[in-house]
């Protein structure tokens, strides 16, 4: 089993960065894709971003590409989410999940953590 634990979320102002990590527990972090979501309140969850096990392949969603970046330290065991030029909209929950899959899609997550809230405003 894994355990994932989100930081550095906060409250920023609009325009600022942020970058998120996802700490993971386990020896066997480099065979996990991780991904990247948010749920905003009274919204569905929301896909972001995906990396595969050995970083070599990422995935960004539509809506953040350009301004959301995902890497991933596996002598760390750990993934970020750099997020920049941060808009009110951008205020959510976020969260990371893993899979055992080189598929980098937002399906077939197994394990989440408890979330970081990011809030944007002025």
């Known amino acids: 089993q894994v355990q994932l634990v989100e930081s550095g979320g906060g409250l920023v102002q609009p325009g600022d960065s942020l970058r998120l990590s996802c700490a993971a527990s386990g020896r066997t972090f480099s065979t996990y894709s991780i991904g990247w979501f948010r749920q905003a309140p009274e919204k569905d969850r929301e896909f972001l971003a995906a990396?595969?096990?050995?970083?070599?392949?990422?995935a960004i969603t539509g809506s953040v590409k350009g301004r959301f970046a995902i890497s991933r330290n596996n002598a760390k065991n750990t993934v970020y989410l750099q997020m920049n030029s941060l808009q009110p909209e951008d205020t959510a929950v976020y969260y990371c999940?893993?899979?055992?899959?080189?598929?980098?899609?937002?399906?077939?997550?197994?394990?989440w953590g408890q979330g970081t809230q990011v809030t944007v405003s002025s």
């Open positions: 990396i595969s096990g050995d970083g070599d392949s990422t």
């Open positions: 999940a893993c899979k055992r899959s080189y598929n980098i899609n937002q399906y077939g997550y197994n394990y």
